[in-house]
């Protein structure tokens, strides 16, 4: 593997090594953007909880609020970035880390309410994610053609304008599917 590198970088220059290099973990604007918010709003969450910035009870709601409406986020306004392999990794990730930060913390008395816990929206990006990874999948073998979701910007037409085609049916069903799911990963 090494001397493959070797033999194909050995034309190039030092500028020409280094774009190859950045452009395997390029992103674009909208993705970065999305990635350091995210994790600024963790921080601010994070921070505000640990200094005693904020009262309590607000950051537990602003929490169950943040961590409910993530995942509606990601798969209703930024499902094409998702089709970017390393974007999506980058955001598994985070779903997993959510994952774990939720079993570590989930039982804090200061996130409790009487019937669950402000933190439970940690949940639920992973499976989101998972069941969008696979819905898209399905359509690629099906269809021969990527999927698109019916809620993007918040407008429930079946005319696609980036796409330029009309969604069919099973793509309405699996928009369905994972609005269903977001909700229900975060209440259970």
Same mark, same amino acid.
């Given at each position: %593997?090494?001397?493959?590198?070797?033999?194909?970088?050995?034309?190039?220059?030092?500028?020409?090594? %280094?774009?190859?290099?950045? @452009?395997?973990? #390029?992103?674009?604007?909208? /993705?970065?953007?999305?990635?350091?918010?995210?994790?600024? +709003?963790?921080?601010?969450?994070?921070?505000?909880?640990?200094?005693?910035?904020?009262?309590?009870?607000?950051? #537990?709601?602003?929490? @169950?609020?943040?961590?409910?409406?993530?995942?509606? +986020?990601?798969?209703?306004?930024?499902?094409? @970035?998702?089709?970017?392999?390393?974007?999506?990794?980058?955001?598994?990730?985070?779903?997993?880390?959510?994952?774990?930060?939720?079993?570590?913390? #989930?039982?804090?008395?200061?996130?409790?309410?009487?019937?669950?816990?402000?933190?439970?929206?940690?949940?639920? =990006? =992973?499976?989101?994610? +998972?069941?969008?990874?696979?819905?898209?999948?399905?359509?690629?073998?099906?269809?021969?053609?990527?999927?698109?979701?019916?809620?993007?910007?918040?407008?429930?037409? %079946?005319? /696609?304008?980036?796409?330029?085609?009309? %969604?069919?049916?099973? /793509?309405?069903?699996?928009?369905?599917?994972?609005?269903?799911?977001?909700?229900?990963?975060?209440?259970?």
């Amino acid at each position: %593997m090494y001397t493959w590198s070797i033999i194909i970088f050995s034309h190039l220059d030092n500028s020409s090594r %280094m774009r190859i290099i950045t @452009n395997r973990f #390029k992103f674009d604007l909208v /993705e970065w953007i999305s990635m350091i918010v995210h994790c600024l +709003i963790c921080l601010f969450f994070w921070t505000s909880y640990r200094f005693d910035l904020i009262p309590v009870s607000a950051i #537990k709601i602003w929490t @169950n609020g943040y961590f409910f409406i993530l995942p509606l +986020i990601l798969i209703g306004l930024l499902f094409r @970035n998702l089709r970017n392999v390393k974007y999506f990794i980058v955001w598994t990730i985070i779903g997993l880390i959510q994952l774990l930060v939720y079993f570590v913390i #989930k039982d804090n008395p200061d996130f409790l309410f009487p019937r669950g816990t402000g933190l439970s929206g940690l949940k639920s =990006l =992973l499976p989101v994610l +998972i069941i969008f990874q696979i819905l898209r999948q399905i359509s690629l073998k099906v269809y021969n053609r990527e999927m698109i979701i019916s809620i993007r910007h918040f407008r429930m037409t %079946m005319y /696609e304008e980036e796409d330029n085609r009309d %969604m069919t049916w099973i /793509e309405v069903l699996f928009s369905l599917i994972l609005l269903a799911s977001a909700i229900i990963f975060s209440a259970i």
